[in-house]
């Protein structure tokens, strides 16, 4: 495909645009599994064994219920601060960014002590 990609209008082709992103994302990617995989087998040879294994993927399961919560809030946070900055309002603006963070504390206290 040539020409620009009519929707961010920066002038690139579309694969262009796909391999700029998808590479170097797709190169992280391997390497957080890989690094997950030899410490994996690392911590399965440590005297705990596969105790020291459970315990970690417990707590890697446990991550996407906890990311789950921040992201709602996050997408529901994002239209209230454009709100509050378009209309001027920076105490509200604050008020709420303070609310988020010790609604976050609190979820992972709770999550963390449960």
């Keep these: 495909m040539q020409g ?15 391999c700029e992103h998808c590479l170097p994302v797709g190169r992280c990617e391997y ?11 690392r911590l399965s040879r440590q005297a705990t064994g596969f105790d ?3 315990i970690v993927n ?9 990311l789950l919560v921040a992201a ?3 997408s529901v946070a ?9 209309a001027g309002d920076e105490g509200r603006s604050r008020q709420l960014r303070g609310l988020l963070i010790r609604v976050n504390l609190v ?7 449960s």
């Design 107 to 113: 979820l992972s206290s709770e999550l963390r002590f």
């Design 31 to 41: 390497s957080r599994r890989l690094c997950g995989l030899v410490g994996m087998f």
């Design 58 to 66: 417990t707590g890697l399961q446990w991550c996407g219920p906890v």
């Design 52 to 54: 020291g294994v459970a």
């Design 78 to 86: 994002i239209p209230a601060f454009s709100r509050l900055i378009s």
């Design 72 to 74: 709602s809030l996050g």
């Design 4 to 18: 620009g990609d009519s929707t961010s209008g920066n002038g690139h082709s579309l694969p262009f645009s796909r």
